[in-house]
């Protein structure tokens, strides 16, 4: 079981290394003027490619997908705050605390839970 999760943690891992090199880039006048209004330097979006995306596009691991409303709503029936505590804690020794995003406050953390529940929810 050790050996599973070791696996399941390095094909994650890999894959948010390879998320990181091909989001590369600068900001927009337009996204510099969001991120100010967030917190400074601060976008949900580049955050979520960068720290979640590897996972969270696939399903690698069982993680719910992005634009998946199935494996969203199933994990909202447990609650919003429920959902946002997993982020923060990690979830099931699978997901790794605040999912790979180490310098996230838990405000940024839930700005990027939020960001996800909007793009696949529309809420």
């Known amino acids: ?61 069982g993680a719910p997908r992005m634009g998946n409303v199935e494996d969203w709503t199933a994990r909202l029936e447990k609650g919003r705050d429920v959902l946002l505590e997993s982020t923060i804690n990690g979830y099931n020794n699978i997901m790794p605390p605040k999912g790979m995003c180490f310098t996230c406050s838990n405000d940024e953390l839930e700005a990027v839970l939020n960001y996800i529940l909007t793009t696949t929810l529309g809420e």
């Open 1 to 61: 079981m050790k050996l599973m999760n070791v696996v399941k943690t390095g094909v994650a891992l890999s894959g948010l290394f390879l998320a990181s090199v091909m989001t590369a880039g600068t900001a927009t006048a337009e996204q510099t003027l969001t991120l100010a209004q967030i917190s400074e330097g601060f976008d949900p979006q580049r955050t979520y490619t960068q720290s979640c995306g590897a996972c969270h596009n696939s399903g690698a691991a």
